[in-house]
């Protein structure tokens, strides 16, 4: 107990820290089965999309948000994450050209892009969803014109358009905010 009073507050974040690492890879849920794919599924207007667990960061409410004039009109502003300011996408208008209409179910998905983050305004997060290797193999093209460059396919019973977010902050018009 002596030698935790000497540790700066740093030191015993990261002491905790470590406990967590060690107590998370020692647990079950970790465990990947083989040809099963996980991913975060939302809603975009009316269409489902799901994208790689890994490619989305976190999930949020969404905050107060600042305006950025010069921009494009799918650039709603930049938010106040955690200190950081992160632009805010509407991506059904990005996608579609539609406003996403702001409801107790609307969130951002927070997703990683060369030199930082940005936020993704979407209708509705359903959590996670999981896809075989079966349904992976069975995938139906996707027939969007809109979304055919960032879309692998269409998968299960509810046709979750598999979207990537890699190609979609890789794209040069998502890149091109300014108006």
């Known amino acids: ?25 020692a647990s079950p849920d970790t465990l990947e089965a083989p040809g099963l794919w996980r991913g975060i599924g939302f809603r975009v207007g009316s ?4 994208s790689g667990i890994d490619e989305i960061s ?13 921009t494009q009109p799918w650039l709603l502003g930049v938010a106040n994450v955690r200190g950081n300011l992160v632009p805010v996408i509407d991506f059904a ?12 179910r609307t969130r951002l998905l ?9 936020a993704l305004l979407v ?3 359903f959590g996670q969803r999981t896809v075989d290797q079966e349904q992976r193999t069975q995938a139906m093209n996707e027939d969007d014109p809109r979304l055919v460059r960032f879309v692998d ?3 299960g019973e509810q046709q979750l358009a598999v979207f990537s977010m890699n190609r979609l902050v890789r794209a040069p018009d998502f890149r091109q905010a300014a108006a």
């Open 93 to 104: 208008r990005f996608l579609f050209g539609e406003r996403t209409l702001h409801t107790d």
């Open 47 to 50: 269409r489902l999309l799901v």
């Open 110 to 118: 927070i997703v990683r892009q060369n030199g930082g983050n940005v």
């Open 58 to 70: 976190e999930l949020l409410a969404v905050p107060l948000l600042t305006p950025v004039p010069g």
């Open 123 to 125: 209708d509705e997060v």
């Open 1 to 25: 107990m002596n030698q935790a009073v000497n540790l700066t507050p740093f030191e015993i974040l990261a002491h905790f820290e470590r406990k967590s690492l060690a107590h998370a890879s």
């Open 153 to 155: 396919g269409r998968v």
